[in-house]
Nanobody, 124 residues
């Protein structure tokens, strides 16, 4: 069992930045591929970014490519999402997930564990 806790969400103006963190409860964090998804009101859940267990492979949704950066610090059992040049359409609840089976994945059902989410609101 891996518990994940997201933090770092908040209210920011368009063009601003936020850094989300996802703290994992177990040292086996380093064996999991990790990812971020988001869910906006009235919209379907959307893949944001993912990376492999060692961080050497990353994968981004086209909508965030060039603006968001996913990274991890296995020594701290923590996943990050640096979000720059934020847009109102980035407003959503952001969730981090841990995947024990794939190098990285953009499929929600691939993930074994999820955090409770953190709200990001971008004002225009």
């Amino acid at each position: 069992q891996v518990q994940l806790v997201e933090s770092g969400g908040g209210l920011v103006q368009a063009g601003g930045s936020l850094r989300l963190s996802c703290a994992a409860s177990r040292r086996t964090f380093s064996t999991y591929a990790m990812g971020w998804f988001r869910k906006a009101p009235g919209k379907e859940r959307e893949f944001v970014a993912a990376l492999s267990w060692d961080g050497s492979n990353t994968y981004y949704a086209d909508s965030v490519k060039g603006r968001f950066t996913i990274s991890r610090d296995n020594a701290k059992n923590t996943l990050y999402l640096q979000m720059n040049s934020l847009k109102p359409e980035d407003t959503a609840v952001y969730y981090c997930g841990a995947d024990s089976r794939n190098l990285y994945s953009d499929v929600w059902e691939s993930y074994d564990y999820w955090g409770q989410g953190t709200q990001v609101t971008v004002s225009s």
